[in-house]
């Protein structure tokens, strides 16, 4: 078997990573690279990290370039997505690495992204619940924002067991290639290196209605979640510090049982040994989740954190994992849990 | 008048800041430097940004050393300063920015620090609500942790104003300065560039009490704190993270008008104008505090979030504004309020 | 004494660190700020941490905002600096921190910036030989390189006692606020962090021609300059690591009398203690150099090492250093030797 | 073929980083994990990144734990290979990644390292002439340093060539984690963030005699080396900007031929397309090496610059490579030359 994908948006942090990725998976065969305002540029000049790839040229995103793959990956700006893949036949795999379908309401699209919604697509987080089984054979995945894999990963175990109150607060920390490749002031290396700086605060961010959406799923009851992001001075990662109130009676035992059942079958997700905390350099590069629970019996809280790597298990990786899936390979091929640290 | 200041622990990140600042400061003259396993060393081979005093060698911390001062600044490891204090007379301002004098229950400070409580000075937190005269012409001061001196000036304003529900939520993020200069594995660059990690998780942390503690007397009511610090890739900043579910009935209006009420007088404490958030990297080496809060309608809940350095304000900053206030100087002598940015 | 200064360009790097510098100045007062793109816009949205100045807005560059003030720095682009300076009146000291009179050489200006060369202004190193008297009551300032203040400040003494072969090589690291504010891609956050890569290599850096001038002068024969600069993983600072062969016979000891003696009085450049070498966070903020060098005797090479802020002593210090003293000031007037570190 | 793999010396940044290409190396097998100090510990708590090997424990490095393995991976303090190897027997494949068996001049050795030199050990950088045919079959390799990796291949072909005259001058800057676990202060992320700093200037280097054998080797003639290394605020990387005089008559051309062809069929070498210059985030964890090279026709210099990931191309890359050889598998068996950007 040999899968012939292509990726549109090939220049940006997301194409590049999926990739990163794509050159070292053993099933896929690398075609049409496109990019809009990149078009007719060597990939060496954008991307020279990817060095197999050096002689290869952008193309502009058209239906005539993007014909004849297996796979499309679609790394787009939000919004973009819905054009390009309504000219795809319904047998090409198409992978949106944006956001346009992961919402389920409409209302929600269109008061964080103001536009018409374009639909829903099987939600590329293989290890919530239900949710591998929607991708197996699919033709369509919409792969999950960055913040909300690390997030949905850190605290669905406690809501799918009733094992905390329904008001999660969430503050994590992302590298700045979250952001986007897009030259912006306030992401000049001058900035953000030595700064920690929020953002989206109060419930602005995009991702929120995500997150809601998901542990509301797992919990069966609207999870209300106030979520603050802030721009860390790395480049990759995200740190999710996440904590609700613990329910009446909750021990420390039934919290970690909860976290070693959800997570016991799962390739990419590691339950650290008591005591061990995650950090983002040790998923660097790498498609694993580091995730850790504890209770503060002070406090009255269950806090769970996760770590991963915004690029890869975050999108580019989750992406491909979820491709695996459609696919029928699989679900770890060419896909690595080893991080490159230090 | 020309105030004699000595400074015992002089080889450390905390030594070093306020040997900065006093150097800085129009009253003040630098006498003794003293540092135990360093004293014999040269000064500019352990400081070497402080090139003023390059000549300078530190001696050993004895009674003999640090005696014929008019202050004299303790930066030593938490359990040393009770013992080097009581053989300073009454008359000598002795500023301790360890951790032992800061807590008033003598059983929070065995259970977090392991040994016999020393005591319980005048707290160096200016902006708390009754803390300034306390400060006026003590000759104890005790200064307040980096932690809790971002925290607490982000949340107290709420709690004084009655606005928030008694259970906080408190995820921080600090420089690596704050770890101190011993070296330890986990601390080296290699291990810290490109990495964000929590630590003391689950109410394990020193400074949690000493929030609870500051909280608790703004609000007239036990606060609890669920306290997460993590460790950012940075060498200075403290960037917290702070929030609690909003009352009944409070608005937007009125969390604001609570917070510019609160800081309307303070020299080091700056409420961002709204939509603006604060950064570490804009208060880098200066002693201002940027605070901005929102109310988050959709969560219900205030986000109080605050940035300061957490060598200068976060404790040598704030070691000389209480200074400044015991001597009866002005309390913003030789401190400033500009950042060091980018 | 009260001077009025204005800052043309007050909302990039250059400018912001001037009016860093000039708030902490005793004998001056801020007046006009203007830039053009951000004419309107409030300075505390564009320098968040010049805190004292939160209030202001920036007006656009005219000779009308720019009237009635002692001094005028500009912090323009190159070639924008002539045509704003001649609008302002003989009397007005005019401090240029762009380019455009720094060359003594029309050809060599018209080769690197491409238009024609607009004249030579006194030259704002004081501790070159020479350029101190010029600087004394002058009108009008050219503000050095930040690279070429590095590399002169390292190579000079040795060129002047004759103790070198004309032919220099220099490697710099710079911190990326040297390039400016302006959101490129090569500059994001993203791109720099982890990351070390020359630029303008083989000569075709702007200033090396600067360096070649001021060595070439101190050494009364032409030096030839080959200068490599990279990018480093920090906002500020730079490392000028030079070196030349030894002339026969050169000894250590010859070399290291040569930098004591030309440094012996200097206020700002500090001559390590043998064995200590600089490291650009020890005068981070600050507008102190520092130096190192030694012979190597084994390659037969001098190698004198500088370290400074490239933004202070590299762009704005350099800039209030020449303005005392064409003001007839003390020369270290509100400037510091104390970095901020760590 | 299943080829069994024991690391001695498995808990540092060499060990960890040979342990991570194993893992990902298709012919290989990880057996006795070994680290005196920490013996008996798990190796999830000192390399969390390496998730495949979670619940492995570190044993003794003994001739016990070693036996029984076709390749040891020795990444030992310098001096201790030498008494490890000789307990090994000639049938296994020993791979030193310290220096002990690198230099052929056994006065060079003990100048440098000050004890007896144990001998010399074909070295472990194919990409020099000779080199390769030396490694295959071999039973015992001695991995290069870091530093000589990247400055042999910048610049051998100019030797090689004979390009440049026979004094070499070289500025090098490097991660972090080419200095090692072993926690200094010089080495804590909060001196090391924000700053560049050089060391072991003037010669003392222990690379540069390294460096000086290679490049004399490609030459015919004794070849000078000033080598200056920095510190650079990046965890991995080197950046070597490499320089000499340019022989009479040598034109760009030539320079770029020379290049083009020492390195046309290398796997791992890649030559930069004209005007594209080396970054190290590109090489971050791969083992290939960007190089550029120009004559900068005004100073005469042939300026070579190099690009590599310290622990990969320059340690543990270099050893599988080197190991692969010596085995008789394909070279780039389990090697990537896809870096980890951004």
Redesign the interface.
Same mark, same amino acid.
Not at 47 to 52: A, G, I, K, W
Not at 276 to 286: D, I, L, M, N, Y
Not at 294 to 301: N, W
Not at 336 to 342: C, D, E, K, M, W
């Given at each position: 078997m040999a899968v012939r994908a292509a990726v549109a948006g090939a220049s940006g942090?997301a194409g590049?990573e999926v990739l990163?990725l794509l050159?070292?998976h053993p099933e896929v065969e690398i075609g049409a690279l496109t990019g809009n305002s990149n078009a007719g540029q060597?990939l +060496? !000049?954008l991307?020279?990290?990817?060095? =197999?790839l @050096?002689g290869r040229v952008l193309t502009e995103t058209t239906p005539e370039a993007l014909d004849g793959h297996d796979v499309v990956f679609l790394a787009l700006p939000h919004g973009q997505s819905a054009a390009v893949a309504e000219r795809l036949g319904p047998d090409v795999l198409v992978v949106d690495m944006g956001a346009d379908f992961r919402l389920k309401d409409p209302a929600d699209w269109e008061r964080f992204y103001g536009s018409p919604h374009a639909g829903t697509w099987p939600y590329g987080l293989p290890e919530l619940p239900g949710a591998r089984s929607a991708l197996e054979g699919s033709k369509r995945i919409a792969v999950p924002g960055c913040y909300p894999t690390a997030v949905s990963l850190a605290l669905f175990p406690a809501y799918a067991a009733h094992l905390a109150e329904p008001?999660a607060?969430v503050?994590a @920390?992302s590298?700045? /290639?979250g @952001?986007g490749?897009a030259?912006? *002031?306030h992401?000049?290396? /001058?900035?953000?290196?030595? /700064?920690? %700086? *929020?953002?989206g605060?109060?419930?602005g961010h995009r991702h929120?209605p995500e997150m809601i959406q998901n542990l509301s799923a797992a919990a069966g009851e609207r999870i209300?979640?106030?979520f603050?992001p802030?721009l860390?001075?790395? =480049?990759?990662?995200i $740190?999710a510090?996440c /904590?609700a109130?613990a329910r009446p009676g909750v021990t420390g035992e039934a919290v970690r049982a909860a976290y070693a059942k959800a997570f016991a079958d799962e390739p990419f997700v590691?339950l650290? *040994?008591e005591g061990?905390?995650?950090?983002? !350099? %040790?998923?660097?590069?790498?498609n !694993?989740v580091?995730v850790?629970v504890? $209770? +503060?019996?002070? !406090?009255?809280?269950v806090?769970a954190?996760s770590?991963i790597d915004n690029l890869t298990k975050g999108t580019a990786g989750g992406a491909v994992q979820s491709m695996n899936l459609a696919l029928g390979l699989d679900e770890t091929t060419g896909l690595?849990?080893?991080?490159?640290?230090?």
């Open positions: 942090y590049g990163r050159l070292a060597r +060496d !000049a991307q020279p990290h990817l060095l =197999p @050096a008001e607060v503050v @920390a590298g700045t /290639s @952001a490749k030259p912006k *002031p992401l000049l290396g /001058s900035e953000v290196m030595g /700064s920690m %700086s *929020p953002y605060v109060g419930g929120t209300s979640v106030s603050t802030t860390a001075p790395m =480049p990759r990662g $740190l510090t /904590s109130k590691h650290l *040994p061990q905390w995650p950090a983002t !350099a %040790s998923v660097h590069g790498s !694993a580091q850790q504890a $209770l +503060d019996e002070s !406090a009255g809280r806090i954190i770590a690595s849990t080893i991080g490159v640290a230090p």
